[in-house]
């Protein structure tokens, strides 16, 4: 059983709503606040949400069970099942609190223990580049005091909140990665996190089928910008095409980086699948990240520790500690070399990808496996046309398609004249046998796809018992 996070009357005070509870709930406090009910463990808080297959407060009475100590409860599910709860509440000495939304409750409670912090708080949003972004920051960050980030990709209305209640009180810095995938999702974390620093990498197309336009997604993502204070400095990319939009109407200073306009950058080495050597006011930097996309997200992260006084050598250190993510610009080496960059897929992302495939040195074939991308809505015959052109012009020696957006890239590139061996398969089994078959020892190839393709799977077919970790 962990520190206590709050006793029960503070919760009730931050978030409102009516306490339902019994004597000996009050002893202990809360230890945890969790969403998932597999997470469940003494004293914990539970937050029952509403999913699209199921309902998080039909799992209360199993919370209870393992030990949990307090549940949010909906109004509307408490007037329609106000007996069985309070049977639940007598058996396991539980508690609730009765709120219109657990969702909201969540985000003050999150809110709350925030403003209890003296934490200085960094906001990462962006189309493409956010994650990199954020961990690179955490990295460098981290040379200098205590520093938390939210972890992998709790980043949603969800995710962040959840992710609040680690940030303990010996931490400097706090980095929060914010993602969005439907309006108003960006202000709702601004709310919880209230950020002195904002960064935001690009516009893109990202989720563009849930916003329907880039202006709107930029809208989105310019409240990021809009809640910081008058003392605080957002950063955006010094070529942002929105760049006078996104300034106009904020109250922080903006400053932009890049190539040209990143403090003390001097230049930097491509060196392929090795990343980049960077030069900053006389250091040489090895950044092990490849790709210009994760140069100009080192690019973004120095001019943030710059504003805030960290010193070259602590910038040098974090830099090179970096890791590759999990399937994002992930190097296996092997006899075939494998860039596994399956974490997500959009029409930016899949260019930047594309380029850099195209760009490397490379003595050998050069394989592309591509997934649909997804969210684009109406863009995404359009979308994946454009990404077949793409492909056509740069020279692979064979593309092995997955997912059933594909057909439009299929066509395409069966009616060209150059003859490239192209392949389409809506079963991962066939795709990754016709792969295997197809792939040479010297072999470079490129898998990229949405998320939801789950196209790491591939993998295995290449390189056989492969684990997550084996990637250089």
Known sequence: MGRALFQFTEIVRIVGGNPYYLPLTEQGGITS?????????KGCLFVPLKGERTDGHYYIQEVFSKGGKASFVADEFWSLNQDSLQSYAVKYRGAYIIVPSPLEALHRLAEGYLRKKKVHRIGVTGSNGKTTTKEILGAILSQTSSTFMNRGNLNSEIGLPLSVFEV????????????????GEIQALAQIVKPEIGVLTNIGTAHIGNLGSKEAIAAEKKQLLLSLP???????????????????????????????????????????????????EGKRIRFPLIGRFNLRNALAAIAVCKELGVGNSEIQAGLESVKPLFGRSQIIEGPITILLDCYNANPNSMQEALEFFQEIEWPGRRIGVFGSMKELGSFEGEAHRTLGEWILRKNLD??????????????LLQSSANRLPVFLEQK????????KDFLKEGDLVLIKGSRSLELERVVNYIVPHHTEGEHA
Not at 244 to 273: C, H, M, W
């Open 398 to 411: 064979g593309v092995f398609l997955y997912g059933e957006a594909m057909e439009t890239v299929y066509q």
């Open 33 to 41: 606040v969790i969403s998932d009910s597999r997470q469940a463990s």
């Open 168 to 183: 303990q009180d010996e931490n400097r810095w706090a980095v929060f990665e914010m993602g969005m995938n439907h309006p």
């Open 230 to 280: 008058s003392g605080g400095v957002g950063f955006i990319y010094e070529e942002e095409s929105f760049a006078s939009f996104l300034k106009e109407g904020v109250k922080a200073r903006i400053k932009t980086f890049g190539e040209k306009t990143t403090p003390g950058y001097e230049g930097a080495e491509n060196l392929g699948l090795k990343g980049w050597g960077i030069q900053l």
């Open 428 to 435: 991962i089994e066939v795709l990754g046998r016709k792969l």
